[in-house]
């Protein structure tokens, strides 16, 4: 009977752990702001474009309290390898026009994204929420533009991410109505 009771015990602890476990392992929905230092200014607080050049840092200063954790982000999707409109990996931005409109944000607000399985997507900068383990690392990507290739570095990734469309990104910068970009601000329907 002591031995049964040990058994019935031990398999109670390990079933509370994996309760624990599971419960920590919820997805935290973080903002852009929490992948920059707290010193680093807002890109409205520097002018848009928000330029890595501008920073002393050059933008390259990561939250490494974030690794690994499963976090929710919402931004923009700019495809880079794509196949008609499925997407295998992307960057996602904080606005609309990042990288290709105008310049790039800096690495630490830039996340790349290569989805679980093919994404459909209907527009660039469309808006999208990612699910995934977030990892801290500087990467270089090659983005193809009309004028040419431009080489993106970020400074997060999300490697088998689930990603949903949204109908907005909850701390998305708006660009001054005197922006030469601001034709980016207009609604999609």
């Known amino acids: 009977m002591s031995n049964r009771l040990k058994l019935t015990a031990a398999l109670a602890a390990v079933l509370i752990s994996i309760a624990a476990g599971s419960a ?4 935290a929905r973080i903002f ?3 992948l920059r230092p707290a010193t680093q200014p807002a890109a409205e607080s520097v002018g848009l474009p928000m330029v890595a050049a501008k920073m002393p840092d050059r933008g390259e200063t990561l939250s490494v309290n974030l690794r690994d954790k ?3 982000l919402a931004g923009y ?8 409109d499925l997407v295998y990996q992307f960057l996602l931005v904080p606005w ?5 409109h105008m310049p790039t944000p800096p690495p630490n607000q830039i996340v790349l994204v290569t989805p679980a399985r093919p994404y ?5 900068y469309q808006p999208v929420a990612v699910t995934g383990a977030l990892e801290p690392g500087m990467e270089k990507s090659q983005l193809f ?6 080489v993106i570095q970020s400074g997060y990734t999300v490697r088998k991410a689930e990603v949903t ?3 907005r990104v909850p701390d998305t910068i708006t660009l001054p109505a005197n922006s030469p970009w601001s034709f980016l601000n207009k609604k999609k329907n």
Request: aromatic share 2%; glycine share 8%.
């Open 24 to 27: 920590s392992a919820e997805t």
């Open 70 to 72: 499963a976090v929710q």
């Open 32 to 34: 852009w702001k929490d």
């Open 120 to 124: 459909r997507m209907s527009q660039a």
């Open 165 to 167: 469309d949204v109908d």
């Open 145 to 150: 533009i009309l004028d040419g290739v431009s």
């Open 77 to 84: 999707a700019l495809p880079l390898d794509r196949d008609g």
């Open 96 to 100: 609309t026009g990042a990288c290709s």
